[in-house]
Nanobody, 124 residues
Framework: QVTLVESGGGSVQAGGSLRLSCVAS????????MGWVRQVSGQEREGVAY???????DYADSVKGRFTISQDNAKNTLYLQMNSLKPEDTAMYYC??????????????????WGRGTQVTVSS
């Protein structure tokens, strides 16, 4: 059974930084597409960034140049380094994953596996 556990959220002032981590267990294969998705209560989810086995990455326009997604495959851990945080980055951040597929070849934008989320709050 795949489980994803996020950590690293918290409260920070605008301009600050946070680093989110996501540890995956029960991983069935090395082939994967993993990402970070955020959601503000009452609003639709927004894909923030993704990365796959080959290191292919993509970012939402709203975070390009400020956020960096990375992974440590040996530790089954996904990271999101968030710099120059803005109040509009405030949201619950979820780690998500698909296995047996690389990011460009997924059928849709949703993921099959999700963590419980970690809250990020940025004050002005």
């Amino acid at each position: 059974q795949v489980t994803l556990v996020e950590s690293g959220g918290g409260s920070v002032q605008a301009g600050g930084s946070l680093r989110l981590s996501c540890v995956a267990s029960g991983v069935p294969t090395r082939t994967h597409c993993m990402g970070w998705v955020r959601q503000v209560s009452g609003q639709e989810r927004e894909g923030v960034a993704y990365i796959d086995t080959n290191g292919l990455t993509d970012y939402a326009d709203s975070v390009k140049g400020r956020f960096t997604i990375s992974q440590d495959n040996a530790k089954n851990t996904l990271y999101l380094q968030m710099n120059s945080l803005k109040p509009e980055d405030t949201a619950m951040y979820y780690c998500a994953a698909d296995f047996f597929v690389l990011c460009p070849y997924r059928a849709g934008e949703d993921y099959n596996y999700w963590g419980r989320g970690t809250q990020v709050t940025v004050s002005s």
